[in-house]
């Protein structure tokens, strides 16, 4: 993985895909490859093994971080828009670029993130932008069946949600249908590395006047305290066994998603905020991981 990545970053460093690259690879895993990923995967497997107490811990364990970052925000009065941005990066994780590699290559499937991107796509994501909608003195209030549309706009979470379907209700998926797809997602997990790869070029933390204390509560909340209440889960609430327990623990470890970034450069509010704990949880990511595998043997 860290190879593959590596190729993405010397691309994005001698720019040899030109200065629209990341967004055109990005633009096509987003609207062909992960779909098809997604579909191709959940479809094919049992309702169980997508929803399982992996997913629940992996979703209540992000919850909480958002809600404690929250709380911690309005007491130090932060700000609506800021404490919703830090909470953002708290919580969504890189489900898609890192996430879905991670979970397929080291893990065995790539069904242990679909929890985690459902729970970001469907619900988070809407929440927390309307609140920034509705915060925003200048802009547009967004109607309520937008509000309610906006993961329906989503071609990843519509196959997610498809594969669920077909999943539960047990129908078989044609080898026609099924094929293509599958062909589709094999050479989606190698573009999403070299997306991340490319994406870390140029990404540095960006110093704010006031994004200190937000920045380091958010790291310390993403990079150590999900990863280890995940555990504490794992281990003494649904007594897991040893390879679930790190299946948990390692999609706890997960670096705040670079879509953080894009809304807090979109809503202009928090984007040191958002970078700073992208790049710090990032850089946090690979050494936790393999020092989870070391514990956890």
């Not at 860290?2 to 990005?26: D, F, Q």
């Not at 992960?34 to 811990?57: K, N």
């Not at 790869?197 to 006031?210: I, V």
């Amino acid at each position: 993985m860290g190879a593959v990545m590596l190729v993405g970053y010397i691309l994005g460093r001698t720019n040899a895909l030109g200065p629209h690259g990341t967004k055109v690879l990005s633009t096509l895993t987003f609207l062909v490859g992960l779909p098809s990923l997604m579909f191709s995967m959940i479809a094919t497997r049992h309702i169980t093994d997508v929803l399982s107490e992996t997913g629940l811990i992996s979703v209540a364990t992000a919850a909480a971080m958002m809600v404690l970052f929250a709380v911690i925000g309005a007491i130090a009065r932060w700000g609506v828009r800021r404490t919703t941005i830090g909470a953002l990066a708290t919580g969504i994780v890189n489900s898609t670029n890192l996430g879905v590699p991670l979970s397929l290559y080291v893990l065995g499937s790539a069904t242990y993130v679909t929890p985690i991107m459902l729970f970001q796509l469907a619900i988070v994501t809407p929440i927390a932008l309307t609140i920034l909608d509705l915060s925003n003195p200048g802009g547009e209030k967004p109607s309520a069946g937008r509000i309610l549309a906006t993961p329906f706009r989503n071609p990843v979470t519509v196959a997610a949600i498809l594969g669920i379907v077909v999943s539960a209700a047990g129908i078989p998926v044609p080898e026609l249908v099924l094929d293509p797809l599958s062909l589709i997602a094999q050479v989606t997990v190698p573009l999403m590395l070299i997306i991340f790869g490319m994406s870390l070029h140029g990404l540095s933390p960006r110093g704010s006047s006031g994004d200190g204390a937000p920045t380091l509560l958010a790291v310390f909340l993403k990079s150590v305290a999900q990863p280890v209440l995940a555990w504490a889960l794992a281990v003494f609430v649904f007594r897991l066994d040893t390879f679930s327990t790190f299946v948990v623990t390692a999609c706890a470890i997960l670096p705040t998603g670079q879509n953080v970034v894009l809304y807090a450069v979109r809503y202009r509010v928090g984007e040191s905020l958002a970078q700073s704990t992208a790049v710090l949880t990032s850089a946090l990511a690979v050494p936790l991981l393999l020092g989870a595998a070391w514990v956890l043997n």
